[in-house]
């Protein structure tokens, strides 16, 4: 019986644990989210999240899909009473499989791929972690991921036969997946028996992934990471993760930064931040600094006479840069205050102290 049958019973947004009036942006958001806690790299040897994981994607990939999930909302809001097994009319399939019914209802959309429940299936989507540097996060960068995940057999390539062997086309549907049968007044089809709504036959399946044409094995993913990205952020690698089965476009790989602190420079965004300490009478008398920049060196700074400790100070296009804009160095001066002073430098305090009034004493009589 096709997999649509379960329409009847499954909740998919249930189990994606959204509303029957969310968004795309909302159901693709709940299923990374899910995808990433139930994956099995994540659950080694855990068959319940296993189960768990295969029952994510089974949702996803109906309610992800605009056209099935307006198919999948028809059908839940006609329910079994429309005349459909299980349903008050009870009306005899013949055998016909249940997508085939649908796929009558709703223009010959209710099956991808044959008649068998076997069509296309899009791949699962892979994530992983990349720890960068502050300065490769800034500047961007090409590196290799290596992971292990299903990948196209390297065996046979992915047609599932033994090297040497090629599938050959079913006899007994040519191809087709399905045979026709005549119930009275309706033309239905049904799965072919003979190679399971295939459309081929494998006579001699490959030894490495028995025939299914995909092996888990160790990958290497060449990535290039824009400059500019922050620590968390993701990015997405369009069919880069597992390949999809029975001619289903691939998943996609997801690789989240992480990015590690500098020692000098904190960001905001594209905007660099860094504290610069000067002293006493560069802050009454202003002055010239020196300021350093993630990439080009010192830059010199002009500081106003009366510059106060904290202040913020910008210097334009000294930040981060990506592909459309670039941020800006933000300074802040901090006033150092001694605290190991030789006689020379005592007697000059002093001296001070005695011409400048106390702020707290300034504005009395």
Known sequence: MAAQRDWFEKDYYAVLGVSKEATDKDITKAYRRLAR????????????????????????????????????????????????????????????????????????????????????????????????????????????????????????????????????MCSACGGRGSVANNQGPFAMSSPCRSCGGKGNIIEYPCSTCRG???????????????????????IRLKGRGTPGRNGGPPGDLFVECRVAPHAVFTREGLTLLVRVPISYTEAVLGATISVPTLSEGEVTLRLKPGTQSGSRHRVKGKGIANSKTEGDLIVTVEVSVPTDLNKEEQAAVEALHDVLRPPRQQGNS
């Open 212 to 234: 299914n044409g995909i092996e888990r094995r160790p990958r290497e993913v060449n990535v290039r990471i824009p400059a500019g990205v922050d620590n968390g952020q993701r």
């Open 37 to 168: 806690q139930f994956h099995p790299d994540t659950n080694p040897g855990n068959r319940e999240a296993e189960e768990k994981f295969k029952d994510i994607s089974a949702a996803y990939d109906v309610v992800g899909d605009s056209a099935k999930r307006a198919e999948y909302d028809e059908v839940r809001r006609m329910g079994p009473s429309a005349g459909f097994p299980g349903g008050g009319m009870g009306f005899d399939t013949g055998g016909a499989d249940f997508g085939d019914i649908l796929g009558q209802m709703f223009g010959g959309r209710g099956r991808r791929g044959g008649a068998s429940g076997v069509g296309p299936q899009r791949g699962a989507d892979i994530e992983s972690t990349l720890n960068l540097s502050f300065e490769e996060a800034a500047h961007g960068l090409t590196t290799s991921l290596h992971l292990t995940a299903d990948a196209v057999c390297s065996s046979c390539t992915g047609s599932g036969a033994r090297p040497g062997t090629s599938p050959k």
